[in-house]
């Protein structure tokens, strides 16, 4: 007996002009497909699964997204979005404190998404295009970082001999490998000692005083 062919759009319809019933189902495929990608990875992912677990029809899949990587790249771009997204500080405080919350902001953005982030590491390993859009997402936080760095080097506060850029980069390498061990390898640590260690190691590598005793 013949397969039954799915009749798909070739190209989904834009989130835009989406009804608030199509955003819904849309919703529900992307949390489907996390749940998916996370539980058996992304190489075992099949579109079929994320279907299944949405509880939709298989076609109507493809009214929302063209492929299992289309929806991994839209989950994988909504991670980075909430991992770098900064709270909001006091403007008042002292820039060794901005960056100890900045650094805590991370650490807790980091452990809400660790499993879906282990995936993303593992896909940018075989995947040129997953390993372009990791970079993208880190440039965007070491740009962040560095003109941080370079506008406290004009105040004085941060050791002149630095490169903003360099300086960015190996500290946020330092954060991310360390956390990776941690929440995603399992590496045994104690969560406040571990984060207290980064973020003194993040003061110390600047110079930056620290405002606890």
């Given at each position: ?30 949390d ?60 008042d ?78 500290m ?13 390898q ?28």
């Open positions: 007996m013949a397969k039954s062919s799915v009749n798909t759009p070739s190209v989904p319809a834009p989130v835009e002009t989406l009804t608030a019933r199509g955003r819904k189902t849309r919703d529900a495929l992307l489907a497909a996390r749940t998916v990608f996370e539980t058996v990875g992304f190489p075992d992912t099949r579109v079929e699964q994320i279907t299944q677990e949405a509880n939709v029809a298989y076609g109507t899949f493809y009214r929302y997204f063209e492929s299992k990587e289309h929806i991994f790249r839209e989950l994988s771009t909504r991670l980075f979005e909430d991992v770098h997204r900064r709270e909001p500080t006091d403007p405080l002292s820039p060794a404190a901005r960056l100890v919350a900045a650094n805590r902001s991370y650490y807790k953005a980091y452990r809400r998404n660790a499993r879906l982030m282990a995936i993303v590491e593992q896909v940018a390993t075989i995947n040129d295009e997953f390993r372009e859009l990791r970079h993208e997402h880190r440039s965007q936080l070491i740009e962040r970082t560095s003109r941080a760095i370079a506008r406290w080097q004009q105040e004085g506060l941060v050791r002149q001999s630095l490169d903003p850029i360099l300086a960015a980069r190996a946020s390498a330092m954060v991310d490998h360390t956390l990776y061990l941690w929440l995603i399992g590496e045994a640590a104690d969560e406040e000692a571990l984060l207290s260690t980064l973020d003194q190691m993040c003061l110390g590598a600047l110079g930056l005083e620290s405002d606890s005793p």
